[in-house]
């Protein structure tokens, strides 16, 4: 092995899903220090072929060399004893168990440590990267954001030096987006291949030192980071078309109160107050694990609050709850699209079926076919990649995923809409249809915007709360420029008053 020889070499790469030609023979170069984004659209490619790097599926045709030599990746297991680790977008975790003993799971026969010896590794390890997380804490309890660091800690445990990120800070603040970029980066210096998926153009611009572009399964473009000026540059060349992640928010008139919480305690959210209408959007931010998961559940049925009372389109929650309307009331976009939104096992027609159904039913009889027209139609709306409604969940990409949800659920018209991190995951063309298409919902419906992306929160939001330790520290106009500026201060728990 020369100096220039790449950590890894993909050599004519192909894999097919039925129909769809997910890579067409792609040769890729991966070299050890250097950070390699991979960009795309949904669907282009991205996350199946370091999925087959990574020994989670097998290649159709061609070949994978590491450090110059072929190399067999039959299985992840296979992938791990050559060095490969993948942290995927959705996470590969026990539930069931803890922190410290799903960072440590997997290990070879006879590495035995004391569960004592696990925590306190763990513990060292996060605190060295910046990855806090309890050791002790059942991953089941766990936020989504908290969940991926766990994943983060497992790859980083294992000394991996092919290093795989399927966009890692998709549920990450910016402050620990950075401390992200810094672990990065100290692990290419100390000469470990990285290879960084993502859809956040300005972290890819930040970031890389080199960047490949996908599109429908080829690899279309290889750019050095540094010859790209732009972001609008690198979107162009990403998508084929100039892109701007502009809105024009036009006011729309509010009318009824939709939502309202009164002294809400649920699990760590404690003291919640607050109200929406009809005709706004209200952003909701701050670290993962301060309370929106608590926010969410209870907004939506899944958790009764413990003390306080809640307002559902003028209904108690109790009452609201009881029986609720198929249409005309609230949609649910969750941030766990694969465990909650959907069921992978299911085509797309079950599964616009799970929150419609009642409008496709007779007294005995489910309408299927008026409800395969329906999602027909809607899947070409929504530009749903392929376009087959007989498809399996588990065939489409994570961010086509997304757009059949919100496909599904604004189809039921409704007049709430709780959007828990609803363009995670999605490349900055979806992203501007998911931006229109909530503007546009305001007219018909009060948003409960939850994101982890506060140029979203800013671009899309009326208003804008900040959630620190389980309580709503403040809630203000998102014009105000002046709390504007101290969300990242309110977000570490300072309080909106506090000195400067």
């Known amino acids: 092995m020369t100096p220039s020889t790449p950590a890894v070499g993909l050599r004519g790469i192909t894999k097919v899903f039925g129909s769809v030609r997910a890579n067409n023979a792609i040769s890729l170069d991966i070299h050890a220090g250097r950070i390699k984004a991979l960009l795309g659209e949904n669907g282009a490619g991205k996350s199946t072929l370091m999925s087959i790097l990574a020994g989670h599926y097998l290649p159709d045709a061609g070949e994978i060399l590491i450090d110059g030599r072929p190399c067999h990746l039959r299985s992840t297991k296979d992938a791990i004893k050559a060095g490969i680790g993948m942290v995927y977008q959705h996470f590969m975790l026990v539930e069931a168990m803890t922190v410290a003993e799903n960072v440590f799971l997997g290990q070879e026969p006879g590495f035995l440590l004391s569960p004592k010896a696990m925590r306190e590794q763990v513990r060292a390890l996060a605190g060295s990267f910046g990855l806090d997380v309890d050791p002790d804490a059942r991953v089941a309890d766990l936020s989504m954001g908290e969940k991926q660091r766990v994943e983060i800690l497992k790859l980083l445990q294992r000394e991996s030096r092919?290093?795989?990120?399927?966009?890692?800070?998709?549920?990450?603040?910016?402050?620990?987006?950075?401390?992200?970029?810094?672990?990065?980066?100290s692990m290419a210096a100390q000469g470990k291949a990285i290879v960084y998926i993502s859809h956040k153009l300005g972290e890819v611009m930040a970031l890389a030192d080199e960047i490949a572009i996908l599109r429908r399964g080829e690899v279309v473009d290889e750019v050095p980071a540094a010859e790209v000026h732009s972001q609008s540059d690198l979107a162009r060349r990403m998508v084929g078309r100039e892109v701007l992640l502009e809105v024009t928010r036009e006011p729309v008139e509010l009318r009824q109160n939709v939502l309202r919480l009164s002294g809400v305690r649920a699990g760590v959210m404690r003291d919640a107050s607050l109200s929406l209408r009809q005709g706004e959007i209200l952003a909701v931010v701050g670290v993962a694990g301060n309370g929106q998961k608590e926010l969410v559940e209870t907004v939506c049925g899944l958790r009764a609050p413990e003390a306080g009372e809640v307002s559902v389109l003028g209904k108690s929650w109790q009452a609201f709850f009881a029986d609720p309307s198929w249409q005309g009331g609230l949609s649910y976009i969750p941030e766990d699209r694969q465990g909650l939104a959907v069921c992978k096992g299911m085509d797309l027609v079950d599964n616009f079926l799970l929150t419609t159904r009642k409008g496709y039913s007779s007294t005995v009889w489910l309408q299927r076919d008026k409800a395969a027209a329906v999602a027909k139609e809607l899947v070409e709306q929504f530009k749903v990649s392929p376009p087959d409604v007989t498809s399996q969940a588990r065939q489409l990409s994570g961010g086509n995923l997304q757009k059949m949800v919100l496909a599904r659920e604004f189809h039921r018209r409704p007049r709430l809409i709780v959007a828990e991190q609803p363009t995670q995951g999605l490349d900055v063309s979806a992203i501007e249809e998911v931006w229109a298409t909530l503007l546009a919902a305001r007219e018909e419906a009060g948003i409960l915007l939850v994101t982890g992306d506060l140029s979203e929160a800013l671009a899309l939001a009326d208003r804008i709360a900040v959630m620190f330790g389980g309580e709503i520290v403040d809630i203000f106009p998102a014009d105000d420029r002046q709390r504007v500026d101290r969300i990242g201060q309110m977000m570490a728990g300072m309080k909106p008053d506090a000195e400067h």
């Open 162 to 185: 092919i290093l795989i990120f399927d966009e890692p800070t998709a549920v990450l603040t910016p402050q620990e987006s950075e401390q992200l970029f810094a672990a990065l980066r």
